[in-house]
């Protein structure tokens, strides 16, 4: 089984906000894995942001919390060629990344959604709720290959910062 990324992109920047909102008040809200999700919008300027909620941990965060960032600074960081390249070698669908990439233009904004294969969350439930909302879903399945590529690179971006 593979993992599976969703994003939904938004025409404005608060639309993601609210959709997130939307998400957090259902009462299934935990089986959508919001508290797992990254918003990121693109400014009126092009300034990008990524935003994630966090809480003080008790314990190392999870795989599940870690990705999305992960995937969404590959995505849209400076060096992005040479970040997404070894994704893509790993299996991580190029297309996928392209139209993602592309859809975040300014004044806009995305919810991203990495579902790991071992969590509680519902993929299809998440696909469906999704949908509700005003905004266009993009969804593909995820190596464990793409993943270990990432820590890779994430592992080796920490070592050079020390």
Same mark, same amino acid.
């Given at each position: /089984?593979?993992? &599976?990324?969703?994003?939904?992109?938004? &025409?404005?920047? +608060?639309?993601?906000?609210?959709?997130? =909102?939307?998400?957090?008040? /259902? #009462?299934?809200?935990?089986?959508?894995?919001?508290?797992?999700?990254?918003?990121?919008? #693109?400014? %009126? +300027? @092009?300034?990008?942001?990524?935003?994630?909620?966090?809480?003080?941990?008790?314990?190392?965060?999870?795989? =599940?919390?870690?990705?999305? $960032?992960?995937?969404?600074?590959?995505?849209? +960081? !400076?060096? %992005?060629?040479? $970040?997404?390249?070894?994704?893509? &070698?790993?299996?991580? &669908?190029? #297309?996928?990344?392209? !139209?993602?990439?592309?859809?975040?233009?300014? =004044?806009?904004? /995305?919810?991203?959604? *990495?579902? %790991?294969?071992?969590?509680?969350?519902?993929?299809?439930?998440?696909?469906?709720?999704?949908?509700?909302?005003? @905004?266009?879903? *993009?969804?593909?399945?995820?190596? !464990? !290959?793409?993943?270990?590529?990432?820590?890779?690179?994430?592992?080796?971006?920490?070592?050079?910062? #020390?």
């Amino acid at each position: /089984m593979h993992n &599976d990324l969703i994003v939904m992109t938004f &025409d404005s920047e +608060a639309d993601a906000l609210k959709a997130r =909102g939307g998400l957090e008040i /259902m #009462r299934n809200s935990q089986m959508l894995g919001v508290m797992d999700t990254v918003m990121v919008t #693109r400014d %009126r +300027a @092009g300034e990008l942001i990524v935003h994630q909620q966090s809480a003080l941990p008790t314990q190392p965060p999870s795989l =599940g919390i870690q990705m999305p $960032r992960m995937l969404a600074n590959a995505f849209f +960081a !400076e060096q %992005r060629e040479e $970040r997404l390249q070894p994704l893509v &070698d790993a299996g991580l &669908d190029e #297309r996928f990344v392209a !139209e993602v990439s592309s859809a975040l233009v300014p =004044g806009s904004s /995305m919810l991203l959604n *990495y579902v %790991r294969r071992d969590s509680l969350v519902d993929t299809q439930r998440l696909l469906g709720t999704l949908r509700q909302f005003k @905004g266009t879903l *993009y969804h593909t399945t995820v190596p !464990e !290959e793409v993943e270990e590529a990432i820590l890779k690179q994430s592992e080796h971006e920490q070592a050079l910062t #020390r």
